[in-house]
């Protein structure tokens, strides 16, 4: 038992490590440092975007390159509180269990250009109304001082966020909330890579019935000998 456990934890241990490298691949591979185009919201992996109200290029922000600033989304011109969306399908019901979401205030220029909330929503049922709220908290425009920040300029966001549940559609729209006046405030994203549910990060493994009862007889032949004795 305790040799098979030790096999178990080499596994994902391995698991882990060939995913991580996976992923840097494709992170070196990208223009944005640390997007990828191997997630499930990305357009080579066959989303679409269906409704937005974006300035610019709403398809980028699924997309590690594009052709505004490399791969960037400018969204709605609004003023400081408005909120902009952009809607889009998978092309397929996906499950995530996170998301990453990449942003880019103006360098120098205060919070221009940054948002001050995030808003992941889902249509579960596909009835066209994106009833259920995935995600929905405030974003210091000041993303230097976002608690969670991995990027690397004070001026960007790098944020992963890992939900409380996993959730499963194909319809999904995300909105953002303007941080500053004036021109040039529209809230540039930068990415959103999903990040898909997976048997690894899930705290308990459910082992399959065939396995089950292997084990509950090992387990009955040792009691067995120990009652002989
Ligand atoms: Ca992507
Ligand atoms: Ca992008």
């Not at 840097?24 to 990828?36: C, K, M």
């Not at 398809?59 to 390159?65: A, D, L, N």
């Not at 210091?140 to 939900?163: K, R």
Request: hydrophobic letters at 45%.
């Amino acid at each position: 038992m305790y040799y098979f456990w030790q096999r178990f934890r080499k596994v994902l241990v391995l698991k882990s490590t060939v995913i991580t490298l996976f992923f840097s691949a494709f992170s070196l591979a990208d223009g944005n440092p640390n997007t990828v185009s191997s997630d499930l919201f990305d357009l080579s992996q066959g989303t679409v975007v269906v409704n937005s109200d974006a300035f610019a290029t709403p398809e980028s922000t699924f997309s590690p390159t594009g052709p505004f600033e490399g791969g960037h989304t400018l969204m709605r011109t609004g003023n400081p509180g408005d909120s902009s969306f952009i809607e889009f399908r998978t092309s397929g019901r996906v499950s995530i269990e996170g998301f990453r979401l990449f942003a880019g205030s103006d360098s120098g220029a205060g919070t221009r250009r940054a948002m001050s909330n995030f808003r992941l929503l889902a249509d579960l049922d596909n009835n066209g109304s994106y009833e259920t709220v995935v995600y929905d908290e405030p974003i210091s425009a000041t993303y230097s001082l976002q608690p969670g920040n991995a990027a690397t300029l004070a001026e960007q966001l790098d944020l992963t966020v890992m939900l409380p549940a996993v959730v499963s559609s194909q319809n999904w729209r995300l909105e953002t909330i303007q941080a500053s006046a004036g021109a040039f405030s529209e809230v540039r994203l930068i990415e959103l890579d999903a990040i898909a549910a997976s048997s690894i990060s899930r705290p308990v493994p459910v082992l399959p019935m065939p396995l089950l009862f292997v084990l509950a007889l090992s387990l009955f032949g040792f009691v067995a000998r120990k009652l002989k004795v």
